[in-house]
């Protein structure tokens, strides 16, 4: 599409490209339960070995709605260096964010929509929903520093030979860029602080049911349990 032709030659067709699909596009394939299908589609082998993948320290990590939303900001920080260049016009670079941006969108995404596959306290996902909630305000800073900067951050100050009549400037160019992005990262918080919201409701429903379904003996052995893991 049009972000995709023009993305190595305007800044702004390049941010484009990159918040499509590190936000709607993973949100998109979020909505089909990716996960679910997998388990209805595969052989008992294959469900085992999704378990396994699932289960892998490094995938839980990345999973992990304090990790994720860092490592996208780290790479919108990136626009606001010299490296914003190579990303946009270097093939090796365009190939890993092509497939890259979507997993780690996926990585965000799917801990909140397929909660049942990444199970988590109540109290966890009340630390990482604070945790998101400044994360997500935070990821708006890069736009902001590119649109109001009087600098080309880049330091690519030339049209490209190639560009049409209506390119912007490198600075106007630069300036939408951060628009775009800052525009896209506050649209993007809403959806993301609903399901949030949504998950701790399902996990807290899911607690107090396995505390409901305790006998008052039981109920006692997990008080003691917990008395003598204070003192």
């Known amino acids: 599409g049009f972000p995709g032709v023009y993305s190595a030659e305007l800044r702004w067709a390049f941010t484009l490209k990159i918040s499509l699909l590190l936000f709607v596009v993973p949100l998109l394939i979020g909505l089909g339960k990716p996960i679910t299908l997998a388990r209805a589609a595969l052989p008992p082998a294959g469900i085992t070995r999704l378990n396994a993948t699932l289960s892998h320290r490094l995938v839980r990590f990345f999973s992990n709605s304090m990790a994720a939303p860092l490592l996208g900001l780290a790479l919108f920080s990136t626009f606001l260096t010299p490296f914003f260049y190579t990303l946009r016009t270097d093939p090796v670079a365009e190939a890993v964010l092509t497939v890259g941006v979507p997993l780690l969108g996926l990585m965000m995404a799917l801990p909140i929509i397929e909660e049942a596959d990444f199970h988590r306290s109540s109290a966890f996902i009340t630390l990482e929903f604070v945790f998101v909630f400044i994360e997500l305000l935070i990821d ?92």
């Open 140 to 231: 708006a800073v890069p736009g902001i520093l590119l649109r109001l900067n009087g600098q080309v951050l880049d330091h690519v100050t030339t049209v490209a030979a190639s560009g049409a009549a209506w390119f912007p400037g490198a600075l106007r160019d630069q300036q939408l860029a951060g628009d775009l992005l800052w525009f896209i990262c506050e649209i993007v918080d809403l959806p993301l602080i609903i399901l949030m919201f949504m998950r701790f409701s399902k996990s807290d429903k899911r607690e107090a049911r396995s505390f409901d379904d305790l006998t008052d003996q039981e109920l006692a052995d997990l008080n003691a349990e917990h008395l003598r893991r204070g003192r």
